[in-house]
C-alpha cells in the first residue's frame, strides 16, 4: 500500500500494520520531489508493506513519531516500534533503511 496521508494519524497506520515505511517531506523540500519516486518504486515492488508519505510541516504529531528534524527524512517502524530512521537523498541508503524490516 501507497499512501499519503492528509491527516495526523501515522500512530494508528503504525499499530495497524506490522511493517511501515515512511518519508517525511514538505513542499518546499527539493530532495523530497527528488526522493518521492524512488520511494513510490520501493512501494510498487514491496506491496506487503505499507508505504506513507507524511507532510512533516501539516502534521506534527507524526513527525514527533521519529523525532524528525530534517528533510526528507525515512523511518521503518516494525511492530509498532521504530526500528530506524535516516535522513538522505541517495536511493542506496533508504534501501538499506527498508532492509532491516524486508522479511
Request: charged share 25%; hydrophobic share 45%.
Amino acid at each position: 500500500m501507497f499512501l499519503e496521508l492528509t491527516e495526523d494519524n501515522l500512530q494508528q497506520y503504525v499499530a495497524d500494520n506490522n511493517k511501515v515505511m515512511v518519508q517525511y517531506a514538505a513542499s518546499w523540500c527539493g530532495n523530497c520531489r527528488i526522493m518521492k519516486p524512488k520511494f513510490k518504486k520501493l512501494a510498487a515492488e514491496n506491496e506487503d508493506v505499507t508505504f506513507l508519505i507524511v507532510d512533516a510541516e501539516k502534521l506534527p504529531g507524526s513527525r514527533k513519531l521519529a523525532n524528525v528534524d530534517n528533510l526528507p527524512t525515512f523511518a521503518a517502524f516494525e511492530g509498532g516500534a521504530l526500528v530506524d530512521q535516516v535522513q538522505t537523498n541517495k536511493a542506496e541508503v533508504l534501501n538499506e533503511l527498508f532492509d532491516k524490516i524486508r522479511s
